[in-house]
């Protein structure tokens, strides 16, 4: 496999945070400021077409400037992710960068986010720093939001929030993983949030924008998602796509239960390690992984890949509204067998990832889980 091809890849900078989420332990399980990806390794990754900086929270990292230079240095764009808490850090690097994105986590209303974010003012500072940034002309902004039972109904009032304000409108639903360090997340009611997916679905199929037509075809997929469906298209994590952690550790993606290393970039090249025999049983297990996550992280690669089907999907609805039909959840075979009592909330319980029974991994001592 040629490590010239640019690759899609995500760089966890840090696993500190300073918020609380409910449904992300990363906060109880941080790395050590001296154990963080150093530039150095940095240094060492390939050359990439997208790259996004996440955490933990990104900004708290004080040399983010420097690594966000070098990541220019070999990618042709950037987007960071944040929960937009650290305002004029925001807007310090922005300044120097005006090109790259930024995506800010609002959960919802101010009284909902602060709740599942655990940060008092989380709300008002992450959409003044939108506000700002907009104001000072960045176009690469915009909102992120995870559904779960407790804000579903926001959805639809956030997004129209974000197109008054022209900014992306990024969605997920809960996953569990050692990256998460949980194992406990699932929606309750499914129809609920389900109907909330679908009339999302319906506002973006509405709109002028090709893009958010393509976006209403991944929030279906996390209609089929939530209760517990094979993914609609395949995972090719670890083939052109990659994450690297605080650690060093390469992975094929942040979805699983342990962490899957294909190698470690601290110590060794990036031919080496994306050549290995390990990177190739990381790469087997992903062709046999059943987690079904669906995370624009391993979602976007796969639906410029197969860009048949979501490209089909769209057309056959965009035609479906000139005749005034509305795009429907029942469209998907589970919300019809819920709907008719074939498939029950016990059953979907068991297809998903949460796990009551077990403690959730960190990540921390799985650094040689190639298997
Ligand atoms: S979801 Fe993000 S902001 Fe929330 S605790 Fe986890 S890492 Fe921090
Ligand atoms: S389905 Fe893909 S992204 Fe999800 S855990 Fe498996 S390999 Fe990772």
């Known amino acids: 496999m040629s490590s010239q091809k640019k690759l899609n890849g995500t760089v966890i900078v840090t696993y500190r945070c300073n918020a609380r989420c409910t449904m992300c332990s990363r906060y109880k399980a941080p790395s050590r400021p001296e154990e963080e990806i150093s530039l150095e390794t940095i240094r060492k990754l390939p050359p990439m077409y997208f790259t996004n900086i996440t955490g933990g929270e990104p900004f708290i990292r004080e040399d983010l400037e420097e690594i966000v230079a070098e990541l220019k240095k070999k990618s042709d764009r950037i987007v960071i992710s944040t929960n937009g808490f650290f305002t004029d850090r925001i807007l310090k690097l922005t300044e120097k960068f005006p090109d790259i994105g930024i995506r800010i986590s609002i959960e919802g209303s101010e009284k909902n986010n602060n709740a599942i974010r655990g940060l008092d003012d989380g709300y008002r500072r992450g959409y003044e720093t939108l506000k700002k940034l907009r104001e000072r002309g960045m176009k690469d902004v915009g909102f992120g939001m995870t559904v779960q039972d407790c804000n579903a109904p926001d959805l639809v009032p956030l997004y129209k929030l974000s197109d008054e304000m022209c900014m992306e409108f990024a969605t997920a639903s809960l996953h569990n993983s050692f990256y998460f360090v949980e194992n406990k997340n699932v929606i309750h009611d499914r129809p609920m949030v389900a109907k909330n997916f679908e009339d999302l679905v319906n506002e973006l199929l509405n709109s002028k924008s090709p893009k958010k037509w393509f976006r209403a075809y991944f929030n279906h997929g996390l209609i089929n998602y939530i209760y517990g469906q094979k993914r609609l298209l395949p995972c090719d994590m670890a083939f052109d796509t990659f994450f690297i952690d605080p650690y060093g550790d390469v992975m094929p993606c942040n979805g699983t239960k342990d962490k899957k290393v294909m190698g470690n970039l601290n110590t060794q090249s990036w031919d080496e390690l994306w050549n290995s025999e390990q990177a190739d049983r990381v790469r087997d297990f992903v062709r046999h992984c059943d987690r079904n996550c669906w995370m624009i992280g391993s979602v976007s690669p796969a639906m410029q890949k197969y860009i048949f089907k979501p490209a089909f999907w769209v057309a056959r609805h965009k035609l479906k ?32 990832t949460c796990d009551m029974t077990s403690v959730a991994k960190d990540g921390r001592d799985g650094h040689n889980s190639g298997e």
Do not use: I
């Not at 005034?324 to 074939?342: A, F, I, N, Q």
């Open 321 to 352: 509204f000139w005749t005034k039909k509305k795009y429907s959840m029942y469209e998907l075979k589970c919300c019809r067998d819920y709907r008719d009592g074939k498939l029950t909330k016990e059953m979907c319980d068991k297809c998903s």
